[in-house]
């Protein structure tokens, strides 16, 4: 073993070094001359036969060597690197004039597409929304708005009851009483939001949502009040469809109708949507009982009313021929969809 094996193998790594066409192979070169059990290292146990004298000069001259080596392989290798990110900058390089992937959109559920839609229709008469909170107190939800105690409208089954003097607000009305204590009339206000009601089937939820309208001015009467909805119906599912009172009872207004509108599917002619009979119940109305105003304290027939209110699901339901309420909560994703636009 003799010193000029150490240059013998310098030069054949230096050779290597420099043959490697990429990184791997320069780093398989580097493992094959440096590495743990590489030749440099087979190299040093020759030692041991030589002399005490050349032992020190031998280890000194495998690392000069070893070193010089290292610094050739840090050179080639960063040369290489740059080399290869450089190719592969021109072959991943992005194409910017090809069209992008779509990116899909969030958009309003169907309940709050209807609401939108309900809100702006009824703005251009005048009216401006209110909200109110989900848990009202026993007197605004029921004891203002002329619902006594003994009510079946109180009724366990139909009520949710957070503690005796709590609801879960059964309607949106509460906020027409929140509008009358706290606002001067005249008054053109909307309510909307969530209700709560003890019932799940077909055609009921436990959770939906209403709006209503409420006009407080001077000589209001009926027909201020048939011709509101005859415009929002117009506008709401289609012109030319006509819109009917029927006398009916609610607590809050007096006198009362339930309001139906000729079937937006099919025209009146008779579908199954409106049974056959031409006409679909979208909502109730009425003047405001002067029971009401007396709770809130507004000075009645100086000032009179009328309010309406609407199942926003079910106006839903009408408009666009959905045939099970509870398809709104599930939130399928195939349901959604179709009220992109
Ligand atoms: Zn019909």
């Known amino acids: 073993m003799s010193f000029t094996k150490i240059s013998e193998i310098q030069v054949e790594a230096e050779k290597s070094f420099r043959a490697a066409q990429n990184s791997q192979e320069l780093y398989d070169q580097k493992v094959k001359f440096l590495g743990k059990n590489g030749i440099f290292t087979e190299l040093m146990k020759h030692m041991a036969t030589l002399s005490k004298e050349e032992k020190p000069q031998f280890g000194q001259a495998v690392n000069i060597a070893k070193k010089i080596l290292e610094t050739l392989y840090e050179d080639i ?5 740059n080399k290869e990110i450089q190719e592969r900058m021109l072959i991943e390089s992005v194409d910017f004039t090809l069209p992008s992937t779509s990116i899909e959109m969030g958009h309003p559920h169907p309940v709050q597409k209807v609401t939108e839609e309900i809100v702006q229709i009824l703005a251009r008469l005048g009216y401006s929304l209110r909200l109110g909170p989900l848990i009202e107190k026993d007197r605004y939800n029921f004891e203002a708005l002329n619902i006594p105690k003994d009510h079946p409208a109180r009724d366990m089954q139909d009520t949710f009851f957070v503690d005796k003097e709590h ?28 209700v709560f009601r003890c019932d799940s089937d077909i055609s009921h939820l436990p959770h939906f949502h209403q709006i209503e309208g409420m006009c407080v001015d001077r000589n209001v009467s009926m027909a201020d009040l ?4 005859s415009f929002f119906v117009q506008e ?18 007096e006198p009362s ?3 139906d509108c000729s079937c937006p599917i099919c025209k009146g002619k008779g579908c199954s949507l409106c049974k056959n009979s031409g006409w679909i119940e979208i909502g109730g109305a ?16 100086h000032w009179q009313g009328f309010a309406f209110g609407f199942g926003i699901e079910r106006m839903a339901i009408i408009k666009y021929g959905i045939p099970d309420i509870r398809l709104f909560p599930e939130n399928d994703l195939r349901f959604l969809r179709q ?3």
Request: aromatic fraction near 12%; charge should be positive.
């Open 167 to 194: 609801v879960l607000r059964t309607h949106t009305s509460p906020i027409q009483i929140h509008s009358l204590e706290g606002e001067t009339p005249p008054l053109r206000i909307l309510g909307t939001g969530s």
């Open 226 to 229: 048939k011709g509101t909805i």
């Open 339 to 341: 009220f992109v636009k």
């Open 257 to 259: 109708a339930e309001v």
């Open 77 to 81: 290798e960063s040369q290489i690197k």
């Open 286 to 301: 009425g003047l405001i009982n002067p029971h009401v105003f007396k709770f809130s304290g507004v000075n009645y027939p």
């Open 236 to 253: 709401f599912f289609g012109s030319g469809l006509k819109t009917r009172f029927r006398p009916s009872f609610f607590p809050f207004t």
